[in-house]
C-alpha cells in the first residue's frame, strides 16, 4: 500500500500540508511505540464502519492510559473533512494518537497529538493478486496469553512483533498465520482468518489477537447468508486439511490463501459468495448524519 499523493493532514483541529507537520525526535510515542492507530476505508466517498474504528481508538487509548481530547462525533467530522479536502472517494484513512514530547518517563502521563491522514485506495494487492490469492507461511513467534499482551488493541508497540514474525520469511511468503502459546492458530500480521470445512465456516476464537472489524462484519454476513459458522480453536493441522481458507482486514478486504507453505488450496465458493457479499455492503455503505455511525 504506497503513500502517495497526500495534500493534506489533519492534525489536532489544523489542516496541515504533510511537509508542514514535524514532530521532534524526544516524542515518547516514538522511543516507546505509545501511540494507537486505526485503519479506516472509503468507499465512494462513504466511510466504512467509522464509528467502529473510533471506539476501537478509544478502548486502545484507553489500555495504555492515554486520554484522547476529541469525542468520537469529532473525530467522525474530522475525517470526512480530512476526505474532502483531498478530494478522496475511495481511500485509506490513517488516525494515529500518539504520546507526545513532556519527558521519557516511561510511565508518563504526556499530552497526546491526534491526526488523521487518507491517501487513495481502490485495491490492496496488485491487480491479478486479488484472484490468484497469497501464499503464507507458518511464524516461528508464539502469540501469549491475553492477560500478557493487550493483542486485542491497536497501540503501535505492539505491531513490532507482527512485523518480526512477517519479516521471518522475507520475501518467500505474502504473510503468515502466527500461532499462540497454545499451539493454536490466531491471526495473521494484519488480518483475521477463516477456513471453510465441510461447508461449515469456521474461525479462531479472538481471546489472544485482535477481533477485526472485517471478521465481526463477515461473521454477521455468513449468519445473512445462512452459512453455518463456528468460532473455535483451531489446530495448524486442521487448518491444513481446510477446503477453502481466507484472510480478512479493512485494508486487504478478504483474501484467499492458495498455498500455507508447500500445500496449495483453491478459492472455494463460499470465499466466493462472502467476497461479493461483502463488497456490495462496502460499496453501499452510506454516511448517516450528524455522526457517521454504520
Ligand atoms: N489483525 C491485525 C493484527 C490487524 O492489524 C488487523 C487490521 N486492523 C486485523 C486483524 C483486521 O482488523 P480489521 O478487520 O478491524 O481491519
Known sequence: ???????????????????DSHITILTHGLHYGSGVFEGIRAYNGNIFKMREHYERFYHSAHTINMNIKYSIDELCTATQKILEINNLKDAYIRPIAFQE?????????????????????????????????????????KKPS????????????LYVLNQIAKNYYG??????????WRGYITECSTSNLFMVKNNILLT?????????????TIITLAKNLNIPCEEK?????????????????????????????????????????ITKAYRELCNHTTNIAPSCGQ
Request: charged share 20%; with cysteine; glycine share 6%.
Open 1 to 19: 500500500m504506497m503513500i502517495k499523493n497526500i495534500k493534506f493532514i489533519w492534525v489536532d483541529g489544523q489542516i496541515v500540508n504533510p511537509a
Open 204 to 216: 479462531p476464537i479472538a481471546d489472544c489477537f485482535l477481533n477485526g472489524i472485517t471478521r465481526q
Open 233 to 273: 480453536y483451531i489446530t495448524p493441522e486442521e487448518l491444513l486439511g481446510a477446503d477453502e481458507i481466507f484472510i480478512t482486514g479493512t485494508a486487504i478486504e478478504i483474501m484467499p490463501i492458495i498455498a500455507i507453505e508447500d500445500i496449495n488450496f483453491t478459492t472455494g465458493t463460499i470465499t466466493k459468495q
Open 146 to 157: 491475553q492477560d500478557f499482551l493487550p493483542f486485542n488493541t491497536k497501540i503501535c508497540g
Open 101 to 141: 514530547a513532556d519527558t521519557l518517563r516511561l510511565n508518563a502521563q504526556c499530552k497526546t497529538k491526534v491526526t488523521i491522514a487518507a491517501w487513495p485506495l481502490k485495491n490492496y494487492f496488485a491487480e491479478g493478486k486479488i484472484d490468484q490469492g497469497i501464499k503464507v507461511g507458518f511464524s516461528h513467534l
Open 171 to 180: 520475501h518467500k511468503f505474502d504473510d503468515v498465520i502466527m500461532l499462540d
